[in-house]
């Protein structure tokens, strides 16, 4: 008997995929995000929840708050992407986490204290949307100077398996959370988890950081676009990402609306739902772990299509337990899709020209909120819930199937393998 010999090959394989954890600093900054995304999903639900609490069940009202938080991602993430490349990103991620903290517990006592209004979320939502703006890009761009061009791979993986965990975790905590004490609690509970961000954040060597030189003076976000167009496979990938963004990656709007209004459930059983996606997702990301190169355009388009489809069924299922089953694998479907096409747009672009060609995917893939949540509430308001849901679905499938027959084999890739770099990537098939 040899067991090392047959032991070796896992042990091999999960010592190679958690690899980013040997930096002290990174170690840090997963453990804080692994408690502040959990606060964050326990959030998202509770407002959801609170939205339609506070407007009878509103779809409209739940689209507006949705589109309020991610206007800011639209309009000032590019300018974001901008601060991160000029300032000390710890900085900023500290002080974008000390005002999301600030605005959770402000909500969050104004609910507890029986204050909350519908228009004082959507205040509040705009103004955790404009945080975000600038901590999203500074966030992203932070994991390779945590851990160095190596192992920023690694890290993007690790990282989309962090935020899937917490996606697990956060729904399903807040539908209990809910249901025994009320939405404002949780709330103030997300307001505290920032706190754990904060102290990782400043806890780090500043030393040990691989921090790049500072751009030029006058590096512009139009050079990036200029880039863009004289790549065709970056365009036509982009086009699909905006396009299942647009009519797909709805979910946290659709979910709560499926709860309430389809399945007739409650908190918990919303929890259930986001919990369900959230766990193929979380599969998805250590799959991830595992890819190696830049992904042809094949891949993406045939994860695209199977979350159309997916996503269409999900629409069209009968009862909560068939939901919570297809839920699944459109959560691995959603997230491995969005990975898939973030690693081919970072690794075929010039590194030159990679924050601002990436600052241009994360604004199509989050800036498409507002956008798709007017499509959501005006499908939801004339053809019901369900619409939403398969209508979406079956648009990007039928997108995924144009760029499929639109594609004529990959273009040129651009530089030399060794010169590609991934940044970090948290795609996913909703938008918190």
Request: hydrophobic share 50%.
């Amino acid at each position: 008997m040899t067991p090392a010999v047959t032991e070796g090959p896992t042990r091999r394989l999960l010592t190679g995929s958690l690899r980013s954890l040997t930096v002290r600093n990174f170690r840090l900054f997963a453990a804080g995000q692994v408690v502040s995304a959990t606060g964050t999903w326990m959030m998202v639900v509770a407002q959801d929840w609170l939205v339609l609490d506070l407007s009878g069940g509103s779809g409209t009202a739940l689209a507006t708050v949705t589109a309020l938080q991610f206007t800011p991602m639209l309009l000032l993430t590019l300018y974001g992407g901008r601060l991160a490349d000029r300032h000390d990103k710890r900085a900023l991620l500290t002080g974008a986490n000390v005002v999301s903290g600030v605005l959770a517990l402000a909500l969050g006592l104004l609910v507890v204290s029986g204050a909350a209004r519908l228009w004082q979320v959507c205040v509040f939502a705009a103004a955790l949307g404009v945080a975000n703006a600038v901590e999203v890009p500074a966030r992203l761009s932070f994991i390779a100077e945590l851990v160095g061009p190596d192992l920023v791979p690694n890290a993007s993986a690790l990282s989309g398996a962090y935020f899937n965990i917490a996606r697990v975790l956060g729904p399903s905590l807040a539908g209990l959370l809910i249901a025994a004490t009320g939405t404002g609690t949780v709330m103030l509970l997300n307001a505290v988890s920032y706190a754990a961000t904060v102290a990782g954040l400043r806890a780090m060597r500043p030393g040990q950081l691989h921090r790049p030189p500072r751009p030029a003076a006058d590096a512009r976000v139009m050079e990036g676009l200029a880039e863009l167009r004289s790549r065709p496979d970056l365009v036509a990938t982009l086009a699909l990402v905006a396009a299942v963004a647009l009519f797909g990656l709805n979910l946290q709007l659709t979910l709560p609306l499926m709860a309430r209004t389809v399945f007739r459930t409650d908190a918990a059983s919303f929890g259930l739902l986001t919990a369900a996606l959230a766990a193929g997702s979380l599969l998805a990301a250590f799959a991830g772990t595992l890819r190696r190169g830049r992904p042809p355009a094949r891949l993406v388009t045939g994860w695209a299509c199977a979350f159309g489809a997916l996503a269409a069924a999900t629409g069209w299922a009968p009862n909560l337990p068939t939901a919570l089953v297809l839920l699944v694998p459109t959560g691995f479907a959603s997230l491995y899709f969005a990975q898939a096409a973030n690693h081919r747009v970072q690794l075929g672009s010039d590194p030159a020209h990679r924050g601002r060609v990436m600052a241009v995917y994360t604004l199509i893939l989050q800036g498409t909120a507002p956008l798709g949540a007017l499509f959501v509430g005006t499908v939801t308001h004339y053809l019901g819930t369900r619409s939403a849901l398969w209508a979406g679905g079956l648009i990007s499938l039928a997108a995924a199937l144009v760029a499929a027959a639109a594609d004529r084999g990959d273009a040129p890739a651009g530089p030399p393998p060794a010169t590609r770099t991934p940044a970090h990537t948290t795609g996913t098939g909703s938008r918190p």
